[in-house]
């Protein structure tokens, strides 16, 4: 028999959740839920569930500029950790996500060009409490048995739950999705992405413009 038995995991995924001091929280909460007021107020009517993004440039708005510290705050950290050379970092993208009551899931992503990318959340009511994170190895689903119970081993996607004041940050290229939004208010949060100045500067501004939502319109990109 085995004098000895361990299990190792070589290539982690790491995603890091910061839980922001509750005052603080409020502060950046209260002036997120502004810049939100003042998008929607500017854009033509919408079906009351879709789903919306404000412009992708909020990382320039002085009433973010709290929380556009504690990213780097939170990078600086996570950079350390990683064992990463750098010379300096930016903040190359930042946009509010909205979905009301009877919205539809967010579909499966990434976001390109970009070494770290994350969420804030401002807002989430019952029903929408979830950002759900899939398996990067597509060699997993080679061979596929049914499972007697989930587990971290056998899995193909985790959700994470979330609340207000929390940040999550991840490697840009993990692969993540939104839940479908049955609560009764709108789930509210800030997406960003993290880059090296020294690339950022040219390659990863968001590939996505903005554009008011109508009646007409499908999904926005992420």
Known sequence: MFAQTSIINPFPIPVW???VEAEQAARINEAALKLVAEA????P???P???WQT???LQTRPELEELNG?????TRGILTQLGVEYGSFMITGCWANILPKGSQPHPRHTHPNNYLSGVYYVQVPKGGEGIVFHDPKPQTNVI???????NAFNSRQATLPVQPGMLVMFPSWLAHS???HDGERDRVSVSFNVMFTQFAEELSKPRWTFEAPSLEDGEQGS
């Not at 504690?70 to 939170?74: F, G, I, N, P, Q």
């Open 17 to 19: 959740i910061h839980l």
């Open 40 to 43: 929607k107020a500017a854009m």
């Open 45 to 47: 009517p919408m079906p």
């Open 49 to 51: 569930t879709q789903q």
């Open 55 to 57: 412009p992708n440039d």
């Open 70 to 74: 504690l990213v780097e705050v939170a």
């Open 144 to 150: 596929a048995p049914r499972v007697r119970a989930p």
């Open 178 to 180: 939104v839940p479908g």
